[in-house]
């Protein structure tokens, strides 16, 4: 379980929500909703721990996440609003980062085929900097096929410059990990449609508990 109590969040001297509390069970997709400035990309770093809030907690398992934050982590996949891979390497060397980082240890093919799954097989020995916007997205995406046992996944803005392809196989993945048990946070401007799941939502722009 996810859960976020009473949570207040100050960027310099405006407050961007206040009084925000949440709980996520296994098999649960939120997405939070809001227009810029609101304060979206803020709340998902707050559940990663990457920020800490003004006031309130958040709690994982029953317990505060600073209280044991290399556990959380294992459990954790993030992906933020910037796709985070390194341009001077190739997809397949930052999905082996990323994978190391984790404490993961997939298989060259397990690695080739999270590629071929967003449609980047054929660059994956290519530097990054000399990809597309959309392919880079794709192969930060890429690690969700490697990421079947972190039960919570918090993505901010997934679908940003994706074609219809990606769109479709990152919708695939989502409903799998969620249907099985896993848990997601996201955020998005598009509506969420996923076959099985009925996604529970926070407005930002109403701070008010999950509806």
Known sequence: MLEAINL??????QQLFAGLNMTLEPGQLLHVSGKNGSGKTSFLRILCGLHKPYS???????RLISSYTDEFNRDLCYIGHLSGVKE???????????SSLAGMKPGTTRLLQSLDDF???????LPVRYLSQGQKRRVALARLALCSTSPLWILDE???ALDKAAVSRLRSLLAAHVLGGGM??????L????????PQHI????PRELS
């Open 8 to 13: 207040e969040c100050v960027r310099g001297e």
């Open 56 to 62: 309130g907690s958040v709690q994982w398992r029953g």
């Open 88 to 98: 001077e390497l190739s997809p397949m060397e930052n999905l082996l980062i990323a």
């Open 119 to 125: 449609g980047i097989l054929d660059r994956a020995e």
């Open 158 to 160: 997934p679908f940003n």
């Open 184 to 189: 997601v946070v996201l955020t998005t401007h």
């Open 191 to 198: 509506e969420i449609a996923i076959d099985g799941v009925e």
């Open 203 to 206: 407005d930002l722009d109403r």
